[in-house]
Nanobody
Framework: QVRVVESGGGLVQSGGSLRLSCAAS????????MTWYRQAPGKQREYVAH???????GYADSVKGRFTISRDNAKNTVNLQMSSLKPEDTAVYYC?????????WGQGTQVTVSS
């Protein structure tokens, strides 16, 4: 089992920045991918960014150039630095740990961007 816990959400004005963190603990396998998703009210959960165990990142077009994902393998943590935030970035942000066929989700952290 793997426990995933997100933190760092909050309220920020449009154009501001926020940093989300995700910590995974338990039966962590070295080869894993950490992924951020988000879900806005009334919308489906969508992919935001991911980072492989080797440090290769990927981003959704909607956040490319504004968000930066990074990880610390020694601490099993991943961060999502969000800049130039827009009201449409408002959502609950979820972190997912995946390794092979196994996948674990956190409970989510709310990000609200005011206009």
């Amino acid at each position: 089992q793997v426990r995933v816990v997100e933190s760092g959400g909050g309220l920020v004005q449009s154009g501001g920045s926020l940093r989300l963190s995700c910590a995974a603990s338990g039966s962590i396998y070295r080869l894993n991918t950490m992924t951020w998703y988000r879900q806005a009210p009334g919308k489906q959960r969508e992919y935001v960014a991911h980072i492989t165990d080797g440090g290769t990142p990927g981003y959704a077009d909607s956040v490319k150039g504004r968000f930066t994902i990074s990880r610390d393998n020694a601490k099993n943590t991943v961060n999502l630095q969000m800049s130039s935030l827009k009201p449409e970035d408002t959502a609950v942000y979820y972190c997912r740990y995946s390794s092979g066929a196994n996948s674990y989700w956190g409970q989510g952290t709310q990000v609200t961007v005011s206009s």
